[in-house]
């Protein structure tokens, strides 16, 4: 993996994690585009990404800061992805956790954004971080292709979180 990057987690600073298609299996959903912003319920169910999952167990289990920043059309799908994480990442401290709306800007959301890494499989969301000063790395979901606009934007990508450590 990318050498400033493990140079940054072994310093101590933060991961700040995507959900939805990194470690909720959002895009495994039918019609989920349609389906998302009114089905209550909704994001509760969604299966996890279990090699993702995993893997940011492992990290807060070896002491990185892990924090979730997801974000989500209204405070129902606010209230169901914290479902999802307390039965899914239990491990997690639920003050790490940052829901913001999907138009939000992810990167107003961190305090100290230098030294923060987010692992993030949404393009637009990693230009803004690496903009704001942040370190960026696309996950790959079955759908993606390792050459794409991340790449122009010299973003490093991974087919799985488990790759970072």
Same mark, same amino acid.
């Given at each position: /993996? &990318?050498?400033?990057? /493990?140079?940054?987690?072994?310093?101590?600073? !933060?991961?700040?994690?995507? /959900?939805?298609?990194?470690? $909720?299996?959002? @895009?495994?959903?039918? /019609?989920?585009?349609?389906? %998302?912003?009114?089905?209550?319920? %909704? %994001?509760? @169910?969604?299966?996890? =990404?279990?090699? &993702?999952?995993?893997?940011?167990?492992?990290?807060?289990?070896?002491?990185?800061?892990?924090?979730?920043? +997801?974000? +989500?059309?209204?405070?129902? $799908? #606010?209230? #169901?992805?914290? +479902?999802?994480?307390?039965?899914?990442?239990?491990?997690?401290?639920?003050?790490?956790?940052?829901?913001?709306?999907? *138009?939000? &800007?992810?990167?107003?959301?961190?305090?100290? =954004?230098?030294?923060?890494?987010? =692992? #993030? #499989?949404?393009?637009?969301?990693?230009?803004?971080?690496? *903009? $704001?000063?942040?370190? *960026?790395?696309?996950?790959?979901?079955? &759908?993606?292709?390792?050459?794409?606009?991340? !790449?122009?934007?010299?973003?490093?990508?991974?087919?799985?979180?488990?790759? =970072?450590?």
């Amino acid at each position: /993996m &990318n050498e400033k990057i /493990m140079s940054i987690l072994n310093q101590g600073h !933060t991961v700040v994690c995507d /959900m939805d298609g990194v470690i $909720a299996d959002f @895009n495994a959903e039918k /019609m989920g585009i349609e389906r %998302f912003a009114t089905e209550k319920g %909704f %994001f509760k @169910n969604l299966s996890p =990404i279990v090699k &993702n999952l995993q893997a940011l167990k492992q990290l807060i289990s070896v002491g990185v800061r892990v924090k979730i920043l +997801s974000a +989500s059309p209204n405070i129902q $799908a #606010d209230k #169901d992805k914290l +479902s999802w994480l307390s039965n899914h990442l239990k491990e997690l401290n639920q003050s790490h956790v940052i829901l913001c709306r999907n *138009t939000d &800007n992810k990167a107003d959301f961190i305090d100290e =954004i230098e030294g923060c890494v987010l =692992i #993030d #499989d949404y393009t637009e969301n990693l230009i803004k971080w690496k *903009t $704001a000063g942040g370190l *960026t790395i696309k996950y790959l979901g079955e &759908n993606d292709s390792p050459i794409g606009r991340h !790449t122009t934007h010299n973003i490093p990508h991974i087919e799985s979180l488990g790759e =970072i450590y």
